[in-house]
T-cell receptor, first 116, second 113 residues
């Protein structure tokens, strides 16, 4: 069964600083990988996704993530954090199914705190 | 395009009472998911529908939880009777065949007192 580990429960950065959120996955085949963001009281919004091809993927809000098969990692990065980026970030892995959909399995999340 | 709509947004009930959550997925999305999110945790899948068929409900506590998706569109998730430990956020999501990302609703926050 697939699983996701987000080793950092909380990350604190200063506004304008760079950011990297870690994600490690366990899956037997080539995974589908996702990063979602959740603001307080809101649902999950997709930031970016990786299916195949270029291992560096660009997402919304200036985020990017790099798939590294050798390290089973899919870390999320942003060169300059804004105060509005403070939220909960979830990494997810999901295989496809015969029906063409997938079943995302989520990590426990990393809470991003941004200091002014 | 309207997103996934869930209602109610918040619900407070006494233990042993029944409760129901409603989800309207994005139009045309044949796959519908119900997730449970406990405080400080990531979402955990409860049940997945492909059209009207529940194809993955192994994590649904069937002694008290039930779900249905009539006509392959809207879905309801019911708990009867509710327990204190059911306090959580219940998220609904949908996706379409050929597109693998899931779109989430804002969730229903349940508090059982």
């Amino acid at each position: 069964a697939q699983s996701v580990t987000q080793p950092d429960i909380h990350i604190t950065v200063s506004e304008g600083a760079s950011l990297e959120l870690r994600c490690n996955y366990s899956y037997g085949a080539t995974p589908y990988l996702f990063w979602y963001v959740q603001s307080p009281g809101q649902g999950l919004q997709l930031l970016l996704k990786y299916f195949s091809g270029d291992t560096l993927v660009q997402g919304i809000k200036g985020f990017e993530a790099e798939f590294k098969r050798s390290q089973s990692s899919f870390n999320l990065r942003k060169p300059s954090v804004h105060w509005s980026d403070a939220a909960e970030y979830f990494c997810a892995v999901g295989p496809s199914t015969s029906g063409g959909s997938y079943i995302p399995t989520f990590g426990r999340g990393t809470s991003l705190i941004v200091h002014p | 395009e309207a997103g996934v709509v869930q209602s109610p947004r918040y619900k407070i009930i006494e233990k042993k009472q029944p409760v129901a959550f409603w989800c309207n997925p994005i139009s045309g999305h044949n796959t519908l998911y119900w997730y449970l999110q406990n405080l400080g945790q990531g979402p955990e899948l409860l049940i997945r529908y492909e059209n009207e068929e529940a194809v993955d409900d192994s994590q649904l506590p069937k002694d008290r939880f039930s779900a249905e998706r009539l006509k392959g569109v809207d879905s309801t998730l019911k708990i009867q009777p509710a327990e204190l430990g059911d306090s959580a956020v219940y998220l609904c999501a949908s996706s379409s065949t050929g597109r693998t990302e899931a779109f989430f609703g804002q969730g229903t926050r349940l508090t059982v007192v």
